[in-house]
T-cell receptor
Framework: NAGVTQTPKFRVLKTGQSMTLLCAQDMNHEYMYWYRQDPGMGLRLIHY???????AKGEVPDGYNVSRLKKQNFLLGLESAAPSQTSVYFCASTPGRDNYEQYFGPGTRLTVT | AQSVTQLDSQVPVFEEAPVELRCNYS??????LFWYVQYPNQGLQLLLK??????LVKGINGFEAEFNKSQTSFHLRKPSVHISDTAEYFC??????????????FGSGTRLQVQP
């Protein structure tokens, strides 16, 4: 099993450009999450999904959109990138039911200039 | 809503010395508790978790943590650290009353620096 994979690993954008980050998991997990990690702030939840076709906002959703058309994929979109979105983005998944442990991808480092 | 406080942003320690990384949480309902480790330029890896039962939890790489409900703490300990333990450590909680999300709330992290 590859676990949770993220594409791309690095990206540099100019202000106003758009991009999509792809997260894929091969563990048949129901729940998927997007977090951003900033120095001294830990990880903060952007959006999450409790199953195929469903998405919901987390604590810091502004400027981002998500989609989960297939159970194994969770996409994070930035429609008009801003320097404040410079961060490391992590995707995670969890099986659901009684298991709350989250499995993380390797991260995407995004710089917006 | 719950919150997590990691009391030390950096902890320098000499190799083979013991270490404790402190974590306190607040929540109005029962929680599950986790410690994750992040090595440089990598994702997060689970060290250990407390779901129920014994309050002393053992994890990977010789780490252990003790859940103290009265003090709302979940401190991480290791009796003898190695250079390879140098990493950032995150404490996280999952609110059992929030079964819809099952999301984790993270502390701000503690950077453990093991010196020779």
């Amino acid at each position: 099993n590859a676990g949770v994979t993220q594409t791309p690993k690095f990206r540099v954008l100019k202000t106003g450009q758009s991009m999509t980050l792809l997260c894929a998991q091969d563990m048949n997990h129901e729940y998927m999450y997007w977090y951003r990690q900033d120095p001294g702030m830990g990880l903060r939840l952007i959006h999450y999904s409790v199953g195929e076709g469903t998405t919901a906002k987390g604590e810091v959703p502004d400027g981002y959109n998500v989609s989960r058309l297939k159970k194994q994929n969770f996409l994070l979109g930035l429609e008009s990138a801003a320097p404040s979105q410079t961060s490391v983005y992590f995707c995670a998944s969890t099986p659901g039911r009684d298991n709350y442990e989250q499995y993380f991808g390797p991260g995407t480092r995004l710089t917006v200039t | 809503a719950q919150s997590v406080t990691q009391l030390d942003s950096q902890v320098p320690v000499f190799e083979e010395a013991p270490v404790e990384l402190r974590c306190n949480y607040s929540s109005s309902v029962s929680v599950y508790l986790f410690w994750y480790v992040q090595y440089p330029n990598q994702g997060l890896q689970l060290l250990l978790k407390y779901l129920s039962g014994s309050t002393l939890v053992k994890g990977i790489n010789g780490f252990e943590a003790e859940f103290n409900k009265s003090q709302t703490s979940f401190h991480l300990r290791k009796p003898s650290v190695h250079i390879s333990d140098t990493a950032e450590y995150f404490c996280a909680v999952s609110d059992l009353g929030d079964t819809g999300r099952r999301a984790l709330t993270f502390g701000s992290g503690t950077r453990l620096q093991v010196q020779p």
